[in-house]
């Protein structure tokens, strides 16, 4: 059998599936006791979630050097099915990972095909990192869904040119602002993409689709935007907290610190990973010597293609997003 007539429309969708049900297996086996016990940041979120059932809706949680609140709340519709169990604080983290492997075959597969789409897919469904942030109740992992789903969306929107996709788009991307913190730095991103299309002379297609992509955005941010106006200290107290902007951390060698955590961000990928046990095992880099070539030959592939405007937003998307790592403290992290 060929691997034409294999691999055809019914054989991507097994695998799909394949994948699917591999990413609920590794994130749902054993969860509430492997980790055994819950980190710290876990029984805060819920403890919170605990202020939910109870009645309280804060649109930001103070505690615990404040918290985004989505994750809170899913935390809440857990505790309130499951009781006061360390699954029901991981529960949300395992379906939100397992489900993750949809957006992210969507989006691979809408920007490089359905085989690339297939392999993302089935490295977030069984890589190490994706699946062992599935297993802690912790906010990170909503990010990348919604981001993913954002980009797909936009994609479609700016392929298609109709208005819903380009309203839907922005109503994900403005939820992402209510998952994690490193989304602020998404908006650089949009910039330097706009900036793009228009030196590829294509600006035009950006219009009036970005103003119902902005219009949708901001009307989900304004809860968002009015309380960071009114409390700019509760929203980006904890950012100033971990950044090496801050003279506590850099020492008072802004440039060196910067020089350092850019190093050490870049080396994470093939040399050493973050070091707290709680997030990875033994300093281990992000790619393991199985996955190094792949990743190699990956980043190959996007140079050669770089007047694709797909491959060109994806080395933006990984660029922008070490940010965050690079400005934080115990980089990598």
Do not use: C
């Amino acid at each position: 059998m060929s691997t034409r007539l294999f691999l055809s429309r019914w054989g991507w969708w097994f695998f799909l599936l394949a994948a699917l049900t591999t990413a609920v297996f590794l994130r749902f086996y054993q969860l509430g006791d492997l980790p055994p016990g819950l980190y710290g940041d876990e029984a805060y979120n819920g403890l919170d979630a605990l202020r939910v059932l109870d009645g309280e809706t804060p649109l930001f949680f103070s505690s615990n050097n404040g918290r985004e609140p989505a994750y809170i709340y899913l935390t809440a519709v857990s505790i309130a099915l499951l009781g006061n169990t360390p699954l029901a604080v991981r529960l949300s983290a395992a379906v939100v990972g397992a489900l993750t492997v949809l957006p992210v075959f969507a989006l691979a597969t809408t920007w490089f095909g359905r085989r690339t789409g297939l392999l993302a897919a089935w490295l977030w469904a069984a890589t190490l990192w994706p699946m062992h942030l599935s297993r802690i109740g912790l906010r990170a992992i909503l990010l990348l869904p919604l981001l993913a789903l954002a980009f797909w969306l936009g994609t479609l929107a700016w392929r298609q040119q109709k208005a819903w996709l380009w309203v839907a788009a922005g109503v994900a991307y403005g939820l992402g602002f209510y998952t994690y913190l490193p989304i602020r730095f998404t908006p650089l991103l949009l910039v330097v993409l706009a900036v793009l299309i228009w030196w590829r002379g294509e600006a035009k297609r950006l219009w009036p689709g970005a103003l119902w992509f902005g219009l949708s955005t901001a009307v989900v941010l304004t809860p968002w935007l009015l309380l960071w106006f009114q409390q700019p200290d509760l929203i980006l107290g904890r950012s100033g907290q971990v950044s090496i902007l801050n003279p506590a951390i850099n020492g008072g060698n802004l440039p060196l610190a910067l020089l350092e955590n850019s190093g050490r961000a870049l080396g994470m990928f093939l040399w050493q990973g973050d070091d707290i046990l709680r997030h990875n095992p033994a300093l281990r880099p992000v790619f393991d010597w199985l996955m190094i070539v792949p990743f190699l030959w990956g980043l190959f592939l996007l140079g050669r293609q770089w007047r694709r405007l797909t491959a060109v937003t994806t080395l933006l998307w990984v660029l922008v997003m070490l940010g965050p790592t690079i400005l934080a403290e115990d980089t990598p992290h």
